[in-house]
């Protein structure tokens, strides 16, 4: 594995493609069938990186070593020599947020101005949950006899898989590491096979902050890497990010083998704008909501729902900055607005671009590939805004993962709630209103795990993030984050002097 990336910011890697290795039990070591993928650079067109297809094989290996870790030295370590080993790695991090960032952006297309504070996210989710990690208090349980003690212990599950996404690779990985390693937990993580770079850099300031060989493994490849994982028996626990698809797949394997299973799925998440909203402070949310990642994220809020009085204002005003938003080179700070990661998601979001012009759809801006001076080949969709969208419609209802946004009327704030909750997701949701009546009568109606009122896409270390319906299973971040990675042991004590009935059950 290489321990450098693209040679300076703002100017693209185009001839030394990088070659990358598994990092399995602190050793680098190439794959056993030898076979390799291409990352393309989303940006330039042409390949940068290769990284090994990991066969199953491969991924027994670092399983049976995350393993041996945990049940040698990692499961016995003291908290706070846990948390002195987070806390390493994030000064890590942090220190080389800017290295990372130009990693990650060269692998995607986020822009640096992205993924550099995912980077310093990165190491406030470590310092977090460092601080829990030594103080995983037990509970003493009452019973009714007053000779017995009865007590519960957390414990780590064992090895959990950690499987990743493409959009945002290591700050959904320091969702899930961060308390797994608190907890005690040893891991093997899959990253997406299309954007895997970083997270094989990240494994060399693992190897640099002092965890012991086998705490952290990271194997690369497709859905046969992804499928050996889950299925692996020396597994304990999956936490996925991705794709609902995938999500149902993951979760039926994890259930043959009667394993605990996270999920972070998809949205189509409502981002309300009501008549009585600061309109300069929601024309920025609603544009941060499904601009920012270049419409690449889970919680992008692509369904605005903006009140009739209103309506025709926000949808001028954000069409107006939309056209305005600066595309080109990702590691180019001044740059607003990247690539799509990868050519098939390019082409999936034209084509939803393409079938919601023939149905009708109101296109106010936008609505095609991006060209021009500083865009090359690379895979750049123009800032899209549909207004005047149905609800029921396919550009409403389904997840496009891109800069595509459906301006949806509403006339009162039950129809509101109602065409919010219309979807079979309930990732996220915003609200903008100067009424705080209103604001705590609909974030309370509304159906998502995170609610954002006058704000968006806020993160907090502390907040625990995950969805209802079919954006997910279980929450990420936070205390409740924490406890997704620890399960409890029951201990009773009966300290009696007494000889017992041995067919008598005590109560």
């Known amino acids: 594995m290489v321990s450098h990336g693209p040679a300076t910011q703002g100017q693209q890697e185009t001839s030394v493609i990088q070659k990358y290795s598994l990092y399995i039990d602190g050793q680098r070591v190439p794959g056993t069938g030898g076979r390799m993928l291409q990352s393309t650079n989303p940006y330039t067109g042409a390949v940068w990186a290769e990284i090994p297809d990991a066969s199953v094989q491969d991924v027994a290996a670092a399983v049976a070593a995350a393993n041996r870790a945990f049940e040698r030295e990692w499961r016995h370590t003291p908290g706070i020599r846990r948390a002195a080993l987070m806390l390493k790695l994030a000064g890590l991090i942090e220190k080389d947020a800017e290295r990372m960032s130009r990693i990650e952006s060269t692998d995607n297309g986020k822009i640096v101005r992205e993924t550099k504070p995912q980077m310093m996210w990165v190491g406030r989710q470590l310092r977090y949950f460092a601080g829990y990690a030594d103080k995983l208090f037990g509970q003493q349980v009452p019973v009714d006899q007053a000779d017995v003690l009865d007590y519960l212990t957390l414990e780590p599950y064992g090895v959990a898989a950690l499987i990743t996404a493409w959009n945002s690779p290591l700050a959904l ?33 693992v190897e640099e902050a002092g965890f012991p060989a086998g705490v952290f493994n990271v194997v690369t490849g497709g859905a046969e890497t992804g499928r050996a994982l889950v299925e692996d028996a020396g597994v304990a626990l999956v936490s996925f990010t991705g794709s609902p698809g ?18 972070e799925l998809g949205g189509k998440s409502p981002n309300i704008i009501f008549d009585d909203a600061d309109l300069d402070r929601a024309v920025v949310g609603a544009l941060a909501g499904i601009f920012g990642a270049t419409g690449q994220t889970c919680v992008a809020g692509s369904r605005l729902l903006v009140q009739r009085k209103v309506l025709d204002e926000v949808a001028n005003r954000l069409a107006e900055r939309a056209q305005r938003i600066r595309m080109g080179d990702p590691l180019d700070p001044a740059t607003e607005m990247g690539t799509v990661a ?134 990420e971040r936070g205390e409740a984050g924490l406890r997704e990675y620890l399960t409890t042991r029951n201990v009773m004590i009966d300290y009696s002097t007494e000889v017992r009935d041995p067919f008598a059950i005590r109560t």
């Open 173 to 205: 990985l320091a969702n899930k590491l961060a308390p797994a390693l608190a907890a005690g937990n040893c891991v093997v993580v899959k990253p997406s096979e299309h954007a895997s770079a970083s997270t094989l850099e990240f494994a060399s300031l």
């Open 246 to 263: 995938v999500g149902r797949e993951i979760a039926a394997m994890a259930g043959r083998r009667l394993v605990p299973v996270k999920l």
């Open 342 to 475: 990868n050519e098939p998601q390019f082409r999936r979001i034209l084509a939803a671009i393409d079938s919601a012009k023939i149905a009708g759809a109101r296109l106010v801006t936008g609505g095609g590939r991006a060209q021009g001076e500083g865009l090359g080949e690379g895979y750049f969709i123009q800032p899209t805004i549909f207004s005047d969208v149905d609800n029921a419609s396919h550009l409403a209802q389904e997840e496009i993962f891109g800069p595509v946004l459906a301006i949806i009327p509403f006339d009162t704030e039950e129809e509101a709630i109602r065409l919010a909750n219309d979807s079979r997701y309930g990732l996220a949701a915003g609200l903008w209103t100067r009424d705080l009546s209103r604001a705590m009568r609909v974030s309370r109606a509304l159906v998502a795990g995170s609610v954002w009122v006058n704000t968006y896409r806020a993160l907090a270390a502390g907040a625990p993030f995950g969805g209802f319906k079919e954006s997910g299973i279980g929450r």
